[in-house]
């Protein structure tokens, strides 16, 4: 096959790939590094060295993509230039360190340590579900300003748009689910930015609203929607499944859950380091080639879309000796899990601030935690991957 054509990659299967991408991965970083993924018609890329090169170079490729504006509508992950820089003004003020560190230590740890004690009798738990995604959507959600939608509301809106995101093969049952859940999402947030407008308040939305406008005004609900829409995916679910990640790592090696129970300030952060590259949150992050893009010996053609393998870029063995391990020996190298460039996920800070502070209250508030023999933990998805059941144990 011509370089301009370049190769096709159609052996695999949406089932293995949900199942389990790595092995795929690693056949395409060997033999195919650049190819041509029908089942999402996409350019995949999956060798870090390109994976950055093109994640940063605003030259050569951006983030217009029809499909994502489609689901979501326009917003801060497709937006480019001015209009890219004009959102992030008003996503990015609360999600600064210093406003993050005081919201952890004045509402995040009280809401971690409420939910497990609140678990603590029982004993037994999906970690995932009934646990860590809950902290991640009460957290998230405050600090959004969802403070009257419950928990169970907000985790039930993420899985939906999760699921219509990554529904390749056309399941109608999710196309439909993933739109209601969408039109429920709306009234909420078009009743919430009205209010607002006319009343500010210290919500991330009401940021989103008002900061960084200049002389143009408030922004409006179509100026937002699609940038809340991915907000409610995104950063509801990258904390509780980062943290998941995390846990299962250490649960699986005793070792190193000794020392991250001895040592949690030194341990935890490259826990949490570690979980996010050893199973990111989110397998790739979506370009679109501005003009023809020489990769290699393969030619992405103009207008193409591109799926950057964060997913594959963590494990690359150029990079990492074996990544598929959970290892907090590692050398300590950035990991693509929050993506590259202009569009690094602005909630990268928040997330990793909480995954320690959950990860913190859970090994201390559960003793003896420890992984549920009679089940094992569910790691599913390939765009956007988890731990999604965590079953444990505990003494209580």
Same mark, same amino acid.
């Given at each position: 096959?011509?370089?301009?054509?370049?190769?096709?990659?159609?052996?695999?299967?949406?089932?293995?790939?949900?199942?389990d991408?790595?092995?795929?991965?690693?056949r395409?970083r060997?033999e195919?590094p650049?190819?041509?993924?029908p089942?999402?018609?996409?350019?995949?890329?999956?060798?870090?060295?390109?994976?950055?090169?093109?994640?940063i170079?605003?030259?050569?490729a951006?983030t217009a993509?029809a499909?994502?504006?489609?689901?979501f509508?326009p917003?801060?992950?497709?937006?480019?230039?001015?209009?890219?820089?004009?959102?992030r003004?008003?996503?990015?003020?609360?999600?600064?360190?210093?406003?993050?560190q005081?919201?952890?230590?004045?509402?995040?740890?009280h809401?971690?340590r409420?939910?497990?004690?609140?678990?603590?009798?029982?004993g037994?738990?999906?970690?995932?579900g009934e646990?860590?995604?809950?902290?991640?959507?009460?957290?998230?959600?405050?600090?959004?300003g969802?403070?009257d939608?419950?928990?169970?509301?907000l985790q039930r809106w993420f899985?939906a748009?999760?699921?219509?995101?990554?529904?390749?093969?056309?399941d109608?049952?999710?196309?439909?689910a993933?739109?209601?859940?969408?039109?429920e999402?709306?009234?909420?947030?078009?009743?919430a930015?009205d209010?607002?407008?006319?009343?500010?308040d !210290?919500? /991330?939305?009401?940021?989103?609203? %008002? @900061?960084?406008? #200049?002389? =143009?005004?408030?922004?409006t609900?179509?100026?937002? +929607?699609?940038?809340?829409?991915v907000i409610v995916?995104?950063g509801?679910?990258?904390?509780?499944?980062g943290?998941?990640?995390?846990?299962?790592?250490?649960?699986?090696?005793?070792?190193q859950?000794?020392?991250?129970?001895?040592?949690?300030?030194?341990?935890?952060p490259?826990?949490?380091h570690?979980?996010l590259?050893?199973?990111?949150?989110?397998g790739?992050?979506?370009?679109?080639?501005?003009?023809?893009?020489?990769?290699?010996?393969?030619v992405?053609?103009?207008?193409?879309?591109?799926?950057?393998?964060?997913?594959s870029a963590?494990?690359?063995?150029t990079?990492?000796?074996?990544?598929?391990?959970? !290892?907090? /020996?590692?050398?300590?190298v950035? %990991? @693509?899990a929050? #993506?590259? =460039?202009?569009?690094?996920?602005?909630?990268?800070? +928040?997330?990793?601030?909480?995954?320690?502070?959950?990860?913190?209250?859970?090994?201390?508030?559960?003793?003896?935690?420890?992984l549920d023999?009679?089940?094992?933990?569910?790691?599913?998805?390939?765009?956007?991957?988890?731990v999604k059941?965590?079953?444990?144990?505990?003494?209580?």
């Open positions: 096959m011509s370089a301009r054509l370049g190769p096709v990659v159609d052996d695999v299967t949406l089932e293995e790939l949900d199942s991408p790595y092995p795929f991965y690693a395409m060997r195919s650049v190819a041509y993924l089942l999402s018609e996409q350019w995949l890329v999956t060798r870090w060295d390109d994976c950055q090169a093109i994640g170079d605003a030259t050569v951006d993509d499909v994502m504006d489609d689901y509508g917003s801060i992950i497709t937006a480019a230039g001015d209009v890219h820089r004009w959102l003004g008003g996503v990015d003020p609360p999600l600064r360190p210093r406003a993050i005081g919201y952890m230590n004045s509402r995040a740890r809401v971690a409420e939910y497990v004690t609140r678990i603590r009798p029982r037994r738990a999906d970690a995932t646990l860590l995604e809950l902290i991640s959507v009460r957290v998230i959600g405050d600090v959004l969802l403070r939608a419950a928990d169970e509301t899985h748009l999760s699921a219509g995101l990554t529904n390749f093969d056309a109608s049952g999710l196309a439909l993933a739109r209601a859940t969408m039109r999402l709306d009234q909420y947030v078009a009743g930015i209010r607002l407008t006319a009343a500010p !210290d919500s /991330g939305l009401s940021s989103m609203v %008002h @900061a960084g406008t #200049g002389d =143009g005004g408030p922004r609900f179509d100026d937002l +929607i699609g940038t809340v829409r995916l995104g509801f679910q990258e904390p509780g499944h943290a998941g990640a995390s846990l299962l790592g250490l649960l699986s090696n005793p070792g859950l000794a020392a991250a129970i001895a040592d949690p300030d030194a341990t935890l490259l826990a949490v570690e979980g590259r050893w199973i990111a949150p989110f790739v992050t979506g370009r679109r080639a501005i003009r023809d893009l020489k990769v290699g010996d393969v992405i053609p103009e207008g193409a879309r591109i799926a950057l393998g964060c997913g963590n494990h690359d063995e990079r990492y000796t074996r990544g598929e391990l959970f !290892d907090l /020996g590692r050398p300590k950035a %990991h @693509a929050f #993506g590259w =460039g202009l569009h690094y996920c602005s909630g990268h800070f +928040i997330s990793r601030a909480l995954e320690q502070v959950v990860l913190e209250e859970v090994l201390s508030g559960l003793p003896a935690l420890r023999p009679d089940e094992p933990a569910t790691v599913h998805g390939w765009q956007v991957r988890g059941r965590l079953p444990v144990i505990w003494n209580p």
